[in-house]
């Protein structure tokens, strides 16, 4: 059986990725803040551990197969972009140094493009979300850097929040650098689904060092 740590595994993807991984038979690590906050079973044990501590991080993540990383700082936190970027950078260096080759990490939606523009950019964005998918799309043009770990960014739908969870149809489309639209012109995934993709995608190695994104 694999064995799988997961980066964030209490938060609103990682919960459910963690879910998604330990369904399909394997071994879950789940990395947090707070173990009494994980729902630990035959398949998942928790780990304590502050993901800015590499050398700690490093050593918590060693003998795993994988790291999936659906760390977030925090929507509400004043400090998100540097911390979001930080955080991604420490966590990138604690799984180099853990040994680890497949990481596969969750950024956000806004450095998708429409139309050549990416959607961060855009007059439109929602103000408070937009430290934190700044930070998202440096932390992209950072890991394509990256040719020791076999890594995966992935970008989830434009709309994939609690309004769109609930539901795992198990099916989903692919893209690389724009939105996956459906038949009314609506990038949606639930959060169930960003799970299913993760997983597919850690069994199926399709988006090597490639940003992928998915949608209905």
Known sequence: M????VIGATGFVGTQVVKELANRGYFVEAIVR???KVSENANVTAKSVNVNNTDELAEALQGNDAVINTFNAGWTNPNL???F????????????????????????????????????DGSDFPADIKPGALAARDYLNEIKQNET???????????MHPGTAGIRKGVYRTALE?????ENGRSVLSVEDVAVALVDELEQNKFL?????AGY
Not at 2 to 5: F, H, L
Not at 100 to 119: C, E, M, P, Y
Not at 209 to 213: A, E, H, I, V
């Open 209 to 213: 060092k490639k940003r992928f994104t």
């Open 149 to 159: 770990l076999d890594w995966t960014f992935f970008s989830p739908a434009i709309e």
């Open 85 to 120: 970027l930080n955080g991604s950078r420490n966590i990138e260096k604690a799984v180099e140094k853990s040994g680890v080759k497949r990481f596969i990490t969750v950024g956000g939606a806004g450095s998708l493009f429409i139309d050549g523009n990416q959607i961060v």
């Open 34 to 36: 707070d173990i009494s």
């Open 2 to 5: 694999k064995k799988v740590a």
């Open 81 to 83: 972009y540097n911390d």
């Open 178 to 182: 724009n939105p996956v639209f459906d």
